[in-house]
């Protein structure tokens, strides 16, 4: 067992979509800087960046009923809504800038256009989806959206849902065609392949076992070089942590004090697909219900079509699970080794709060195969068990944290913790995720490079034209720069048709 030690730049850990995000930013803005990247796994975007762990939804708020919440007057705040589609117009910007720079090809290998419609049942979830329809079509940012709670319409929108249907309660829903599906795990994959034409040195099945800080205030990182059994020792000036919900027991060896009163709960899923194509050619479109009480909002029922490996799929789901693993790779341990001394009491005050959650998780983690149908049926009435199978999704990990709100508040979006210095940074949480993942790198960069991001700025700005620009602000603007986005990434063609 003999060591190496190796200098570099930029070290990051983990292949998936933030690491090849971050990545590819940097060689645009400092293409002098030696990266490398370490993953455990054998390739790159095979964990929670894998095109059956995630949704593949572009996630925009334009279906997302939970990006729209009620306030006590009754009126819609659409303002996480908008935030939310500003910083999808990001992601969209990079990947056309990519495409147009011949640095990536076929868009639509990963990106596809789907409409996005959000469906409910029952009078007080129709009354709040027309309310919702008429804050949102009103924004320049939802434009083209339509509402209808007329079955013929919905017959016409969603065949597949409105075929057998016997109920009399009232039904509505909202549609919008300029909705995507997205191939994470194809487009984490095209970016490492740029990446590495790039020379970025990308490590397959090497595990970051430490990290810990050298007397330079660099970060000297404990490998293991699994095909070889060596250990390797690798030193750079900034390390960002990207390894899904991995990222965290990482996090913590790192002992910076953002690290602390930090704890994490791991959620999984499990989808239904559908075995039977022509089941599956008659739904064209992602419908989102509304999240059940005490579910977790990544647990809003949906049912997508997909576009995966050049074959077009129907998912319905997810259903939560409860793994204490936080990786579907990862160890049985992952949990009860993330409890501190520091985030113990976060983690007990969380579990006090959460007893709602907690109740949901194991009532999903009983349901039998015939329960999950009951689910399905509640979107295709018709739907028979035998035309579905089971696929386990990724394992998700929702941060808890002390906040303002009190102590272990259960957090549902996605977070960056960096060092007081930016030397070390690391992804924490959950959706919004790889569809924001341009956002969030360009929010690392501010805080981890104040001194280059002023220089930086103008190549930032000839790759995301509306970087620093509130899009809702400016509606000329963003119509611009959808139109030609759209016409980047080839989503104004009409569906193609695979064999």
């Known amino acids: 067992m003999s060591s190496v030690q190796k200098k570099t730049d930029v070290i990051l850990i983990g292949a998936g979509i933030m690491s090849a995000t971050l990545g590819s930013l940097l060689k645009a803005l400092a293409p002098e800087w030696d990266i490398k990247v370490f993953e455990k796994l054998a390739e790159a975007g095979v964990e929670s960046s894998n095109e059956w762990n995630n949704a593949g939804t ?3 708020a334009l279906c997302e009923l939970n990006y729209t919440s009620e306030k006590p007057d009754g009126s819609i705040d659409i303002t996480k809504a908008i935030k939310i589609n500003e910083q999808f117009q990001l992601s969209r910007q990079f990947w056309s800038f990519l495409v147009n720079s011949k640095l990536i090809s076929n868009p639509q290998d990963f990106i596809m256009p789907i409409p996005h419609m959000s469906m409910v049942q029952g009078e007080e979830n129709v009354e709040f989806l027309k309310k919702r329809f008429e804050a949102l079509s009103a924004n320049p940012l939802f434009q083209g959206m339509e ?5 013929e319409k919905l017959k016409e929108w969603i065949p597949l849902i409105m075929e057998g249907r016997t109920s009399t309660e009232p039904i509505a829903a909202t549609k919008i065609d300029s909705g995507t599906d997205v191939n994470f795990g194809a487009l984490t994959r095209m970016l490492f392949k740029h990446l590495e034409s790039q020379n970025v040195e990308v490590n397959y099945k090497h595990t970051v076992k430490d990290i810990k800080r050298t007397s330079d205030g660099s970060w000297e990182l404990k490998i293991h070089n699994i095909d070889s059994g060596r250990i390797e020792y690798h030193t750079a000036k900034f390390v960002f942590i990207g390894g899904g919900g991995g990222s965290l027991p990482l996090l913590q060896k790192t002992g910076i004090p953002e690290s602390k009163h930090i704890g994490g709960f791991p959620v999984s899923g499990l989808f239904m697909v559908c075995n039977k194509p022509e089941v599956a050619e008659k739904h064209h479109a992602k419908v989102y219900g509304k999240a059940k009480v005490g579910a977790p909002p990544m647990s809003v029922p949906h049912l997508d079509t997909r576009y995966i490996d050049n074959k077009k799929s129907l998912l319905f789901g997810p259903f ?7 990786l579907k790779t990862g160890s049985n341990m992952d949990l009860i080794n993330s409890v501190k001394p520091n985030n113990l009491f976060t983690m007990l005050a969380a579990g006090v709060k959460e007893m709602s959650l907690t109740k949901y998780l194991i009532q999903q983690v009983l349901l039998s195969n015939e329960k999950r149908l009951e689910e399905l049926r509640e979107f295709i009435p018709e739907a028979k068990l ?8 990724g394992q998700r ?17 996605t977070e960056v913790v960096s060092s007081a210095d930016g030397s070390v940074a690391a992804l924490l949480g959950a959706s919004p995720g790889a569809s924001t993942a341009v956002h969030v790198m360009l929010e690392l960069l501010n805080k981890c490079f104040p001194q280059q991001i002023k220089e930086w700025e103008p190549k930032i700005k000839e790759m995301i034209p509306s970087y620093g620009v509130s899009l809702v602000e400016n509606p000329a603007l963003f119509d611009e720069i959808f139109a030609s ?14 064999n």
């Open 320 to 326: 939560a699970g409860f793994s204490p693993k936080f």
């Open 397 to 413: 990990v929702q941060v808890i944290k002390d906040t303002p709100a009190g102590k272990g508040t259960l957090q549902f979006g």
């Open 386 to 393: 035998e035309d579905w199978d089971i696929v386990v999704a």
């Open 58 to 60: 572009g996630h925009s």
């Open 147 to 151: 509402y209808s709670d007329d079955p």
């Open 485 to 498: 986005t759209a016409e980047t990434l080839g989503l104004n063609e009409k569906e193609q048709v695979f």
